[in-house]
């Protein structure tokens, strides 16, 4: 199976300074967190989260590269991912 996102929802997590989202592999899901950092200028959890739809197409390539690296518990993107 392959890394799939038919779930749009996304969510900011204060405390992680972080946007969290799910991947599905078959029927397993796959939790994801993209840093706060990689939206710079963005300050309110609704910028945060319009600047995840906005970038949705390439956090979700660097989603599916971080997983096809590793297979771990759970996954944060970092600038590094999207090289």
Same mark, same amino acid.
């Given at each position: 199976?392959?890394?799939?996102?038919?779930?749009?929802? !996304?969510?900011?997590?204060? *405390?992680?300074?972080? +946007? @969290? #989202? %799910?991947?599905?592999?078959?029927? #397993?899901? %796959?939790?994801? #967190?993209?840093?706060?950092?990689?939206?710079?200028? =963005?300050?309110?959890?609704?910028?945060?989260? $319009? *600047? #995840?739809?906005?970038? @949705? =197409?390439? =956090?979700?390539?660097? *989603? !599916? @590269? /971080?997983?096809?690296? /590793? $297979? $771990?518990? +759970?996954? =944060?993107?970092? @600038?590094?991912?999207?090289?």
């Amino acid at each position: 199976m392959s890394l799939s996102f038919p779930n749009q929802s !996304r969510s900011y997590e204060e *405390a992680g300074k972080r +946007i @969290r #989202f %799910i991947g599905h592999d078959g029927m #397993f899901e %796959i939790p994801f #967190f993209a840093g706060a950092d990689l939206f710079p200028g =963005v300050t309110s959890e609704a910028g945060y989260l $319009r *600047a #995840f739809d906005d970038a @949705r =197409v390439s =956090v979700y390539q660097a *989603a !599916r @590269r /971080a997983y096809s690296g /590793a $297979r $771990r518990p +759970i996954y =944060v993107l970092t @600038r590094a991912d999207f090289g």
